[in-house]
């Protein structure tokens, strides 16, 4: 479940403190990242400063993902924390993408310089959610190199996020940035996770400008964006023909994803009920059972195709299935009803691609 949580999560900083004692013991002394361990029996015994930068998407729809977690690593190195001590996790597939027209660049902004550079390219997987419980979780990413992280609070960042994400509290095709764990660090000021460079000393912190709501699209429609900007920008040929069809093609297998969710609903529960779009109770999760999920959500992408990245819009209709009861015979049946017939013309079958749970 790991794996797509973080593929729709749009993106995670998570910032580690350890701090241990070569008997045991917690030691209150923290080194700050600008100070210089004596020696190595000095940075053992005080603890070191870790951070995990994720970008859990792929695809070149997805460039922001990893651009922003590139940026955060040169924040961070900038700041004075170790580079062997920060952890990338990330697909690498943007930087060298074809379509880039920066070719082994990654810019975060129009006018940015590359921040791919130095960024580490080792590759490995582990389930982080389930070795790290009670960790706190919130995103830290609006930092940039202009301002003084003596004078912001982690508080102050995560308002700050949270507000230019839900566009201006108007949460006009705008994300709902939350914060999850232990929130007793939220006083605490950002140069203690982040660092600081000498050079920011005279600056301000980050103030949130007053504007009024922009002109934004919703994350789940930027990859049809990103190829009606390509087919505009085409000349005439048969490039411009490919993105016409990959275009018509991806619109259509959306319009597959949510007629076949509709329907096996409608199977399952009867066409007058709203039983895969309630919520539950706060303090619940989303589903009692995750590998019920897991399983739901493949038996629906062997009978109808892959999800995508768009069709994770409705896991919690596919959680709901769960927490009814439905078994996975009744599942194969409704989702057998719902697509029989249905070739995967656009989306590679699952099981040559993956699923998405």
């Not at 690498?92 to 920066?102: S, V």
């Not at 493949?298 to 769960?322: D, S, V």
Request: aromatic residues 8%.
């Amino acid at each position: 479940m790991a794996k797509f949580y973080c593929f729709r999560l749009a993106l995670l900083l998570l910032l580690l403190v350890g701090r241990t004692e070569s008997r045991g013991r917690f030691e209150p002394k923290i080194l700050m990242l600008t100070e210089e361990a004596k020696s190595t029996e000095q940075e053992d015994t005080i603890g070191a400063r870790w951070a995990v930068l994720i970008a859990g998407s792929s695809g070149y729809g997805n460039y922001r993902h990893q651009a922003d977690v590139c940026h955060a690593y040169q924040i961070l190195k900038k700041g004075g924390l170790k580079e062997e001590n920060i952890v990338v996790m990330m697909y690498d597939d943007i930087a060298n993408h074809p379509l880039n027209p920066r070719p082994g660049n990654l810019i975060n902004h129009p006018d940015g310089d590359d921040v791919y550079a130095g960024v580490p390219k080792l590759l490995f997987r582990i389930s982080l959610f389930r070795t790290i419980p009670g960790m706190t979780l919130r995103p830290l990413t609006s930092t940039r190199e202009t301002h003084n992280l003596k004078k912001e609070t982690v508080k102050q960042q995560y308002q700050t996020v949270k507000m230019r994400t839900s566009n201006y509290n108007t949460y006009s095709e705008g994300s709902h940035v939350m914060e999850y764990g232990n929130n007793s660090i939220k006083s605490e000021k950002l140069y203690l996770y982040q660092g600081f460079d000498p050079a920011t000393v005279n600056l301000p912190r980050n103030e949130l400008p007053v504007k009024s709501p922009v002109g934004v699209v919703n994350q789940r429609d930027a990859d049809l964006l990103f190829l009606w900007h390509m087919y505009q920008t085409s000349e005439d040929g048969s490039r411009k023909d490919e993105i016409l069809k990959e275009l018509t093609e991806t619109t259509r297998h959306r319009k597959h994803v949510d007629t076949s969710v509709e329907l096996i609903g409608t199977v399952l529960f009867g066409p007058l009920t709203n039983v895969l779009n309630s919520v539950r109770e706060p303090g619940l999760p989303l589903v009692d059972d995750w590998e019920c999920l897991k399983s739901m959500v493949r038996i629906f992408e062997m009978h109808c195709g892959w999800l995508t990245q768009y069709g994770m819009k409705h896991m919690r209709a596919f959680a709901n299935i769960c927490n009814n009861g439905v078994s996975k015979e009744l599942m194969e049946e409704a989702s057998a009803a719902a697509c029989g017939g249905y070739e995967a013309r656009f989306m590679s079958h699952p099981s040559v691609v993956g699923y998405s749970a």
